[in-house]
């Protein structure tokens, strides 16, 4: 069983044990530009099928104990969520990020656009 990784949900993440056994796989981002203007946010994250999935869909889905990864081709991480955008004074939330690894390519913000 493998861990749920929610920073931004206040309430108890359910079990893991809800996993299901395909888990997505997202292979390119969607950015926006931000309210302010200074950098780009993720808006949401395309899978290795086609589809596209707003951040607060893939957020949701985190926190209900699915597990989704990114990947370069090569590698994949877990993706995890966090409470908001990592760029101050950004406010988009929730935000999806990863844990640095020994690829930053497979890294959402370095995935190609979408």
């Given at each position: ?23 997505p796989l997202v ?69 999806l990020t990863t ?16």
């Amino acid at each position: 069983m493998g861990e749920c990784y929610s920073s931004h949900n206040r309430l108890p993440v359910p079990s893991c044990a809800l996993e299901t056994s395909v888990v997505p796989l997202v292979t390119r981002v969607r950015k926006e530009l931000s309210a302010d203007g200074t950098h780009w946010h993720i808006e949401g994250v395309c899978t290795e099928d086609g589809g596209h999935y707003s951040r607060k869909e893939v957020a949701d889905r985190i926190d209900s104990g699915e597990a989704w990864s990114s990947s370069d081709g090569d590698s994949s991480v877990r993706i995890r969520t966090i409470v908001s955008c990592p760029m101050p004074p950004c406010s988009a939330s929730p935000y999806l990020t990863t844990s640095p690894d020994h690829s930053a390519s497979n890294n959402l913000e370095n995935l190609p656009r979408c």
